[in-house]
Nanobody
Framework: QVQFVESGGGLVQPGGSLRLSCAAS????????MSWYRQAPGNERELVAD????????KYADFVKGRFTISRDNAKNTMYLQMNGLKPEDTAVYYC??????????WGQGTQVTVSS
């Protein structure tokens, strides 16, 4: 059974940092590119960052470039999102997803990130 468990969210002041984790199970994690998405209240879910299966290629949405870093540890079946310089507009629920065929339909419960003073 494919499963994603996101964690690491919380309340942080503007300019602060958080590190999100995505623990994956039920498939061969190291075979698949992965992505982080986010969804703010009233908005569509949007792509934040992608990482290739081995971690050598990374791509970021313009609104997080230079502030967020995506990474993965295939030995631990876990992906990460280091978020620095957080802004109030980064407030959202953050989700991870595998990018491959039938895996695209699976989502975790997400982790809430709130940036506020």
């Amino acid at each position: 059974q494919v499963q994603f468990v996101e964690s690491g969210g919380g309340l942080v002041q503007p300019g602060g940092s958080l590190r999100l984790s995505c623990a994956a199970s039920g498939f061969t994690f190291s075979n698949y590119p992965m992505s982080w998405y986010r969804q703010a209240p009233g908005n569509e879910r949007e792509l934040v960052a992608d990482i290739s299966s081995a971690g050598g290629f990374k791509k970021y949405a313009d609104f997080v470039k230079g502030r967020f870093t995506i990474s993965r540890d295939n030995a631990k079946n876990t992906m990460y999102l280091q978020m620095n310089g957080l802004k109030p507009e980064d407030t959202a629920v953050y989700y991870c997803r595998a990018n491959g065929g039938g895996l695209r339909k699976y989502w975790g419960q997400g982790t809430q990130v709130t940036v506020s003073s």
